[in-house]
C-alpha cells in the first residue's frame, strides 16, 4: 500500500499502483472513501494507524467491486462503531435489485458487483454532508454513482466519474491504457454530463479511483471532456 500525502487533510492510499482509496482528516478521525478490493483490509487500516488516526466512517463512491470488495472485512475488523456510508442508489443494486428508475437508461449494468453483506448505516442522496465532505450526484458510469467535495478547499474524490491512468478520461470514454473504468460504465452519456457538472464546481484537486491525483485539473478536465465529446 502506498500513501501519499495529495492535500493538507486527504492521503491518496493506492494498491498496485492501479486503484485508489483516500483517508480524509476530521476532527475525530479518518473518513475511508472506498475500501479497494478484497484483500485490502490490513494494509488501510495500517495506512490509517501509520497517519496517526483511527478510520471513523467508510463511504463508498460507488458500488463496483474494486472500490467496495474490502468493506465487509474492514466491518469484521472495526466493527459496528464505524459508520458505513453507501449512496442509495447503488446500494440498492447491491441489495439485489436491478430494475431502474423512470427516466434512467435501461442499459445492462457493467463492472464488478460483488456480494457485500455489509448492511449501510447510512443511505446517501445528493446534498448530503459527511462531515468536511459534500455528497455530488455523478450517475453514469454506475446509476448512483457520487463524488465525494472537500468543502474545505474543494478538492474532488471523484470516484470513477474521471480515471487519470494514461491521462485524464471521462469514464465511458475510450482509453486503450487503461479500458477498465469505461468497460465498466454503464451510460456513457450520462457519465459525460456528471463530468461536465464536476467541473463546474472548480474542483481544485481531482482524486480519481484510478490513477495519481491531478492539482489544478481544470485544463486537464476540459481536454477530457473534449476528447469525450467526440
Ligand atoms: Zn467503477
Request: proline share 5%; hydrophobic share 45%.
Amino acid at each position: 500500500m502506498r500513501t501519499t500525502r495529495v492535500t493538507e487533510q486527504i492521503a491518496q492510499l493506492t494498491r498496485f499502483g492501479l486503484m485508489n482509496a483516500y483517508l480524509v482528516r476530521e476532527d475525530d478521525g479518518f473518513t475511508l472513501v472506498d475500501t479497494m478490493a478484497a484483500g485490502s483490509a490490513g494494509g488501510l487500516v495500517g495506512a490509517a494507524a501509520e497517519l496517526g488516526a483511527p478510520i471513523r466512517r467508510i463511504v463508498l463512491t460507488h458500488g463496483h467491486g474494486d472500490h467496495t470488495g474490502s468493506l465487509d472485512a474492514l466491518r469484521a475488523r472495526l466493527g459496528d462503531a464505524v459508520e458505513v456510508l453507501i449512496p442509495a442508489r447503488d446500494a440498492r443494486i447491491l441489495a439485489g435489485d436491478r430494475t431502474f428508475d423512470p427516466g434512467e437508461s435501461t442499459r445492462k449494468l457493467r463492472g464488478t458487483w460483488s456480494k457485500v453483506a455489509t448492511q449501510p448505516d447510512v443511505l446517501l442522496a445528493p446534498g448530503d454532508r459527511v462531515g468536511s465532505l459534500e455528497v455530488v450526484a455523478s450517475p453514469g458510469h454506475t446509476p448512483g454513482h457520487v463524488a465525494l467535495l472537500d468543502t474545505r478547499d474543494r478538492a474532488l474524490i471523484c470516484g470513477d466519474a474521471f480515471s487519470t491512468i494514461g491521462g485524464t478520461t471521462v469514464a465511458g470514454a475510450g482509453n486503450w491504457r487503461f479500458p477498465l473504468v469505461a468497460f465498466g460504465t454503464w451510460d456513457g452519456e450520462r457519465a459525460l454530463q456528471s463530468a461536465r457538472e464536476l467541473r463546474a464546481l472548480e474542483p481544485t484537486l481531482l482524486a480519481p479511483g484510478h490513477g495519481r491525483a491531478v492539482p489544478a485539473p481544470a485544463r486537464a478536465i476540459d481536454e477530457a471532456l473534449a476528447k469525450a465529446a467526440r
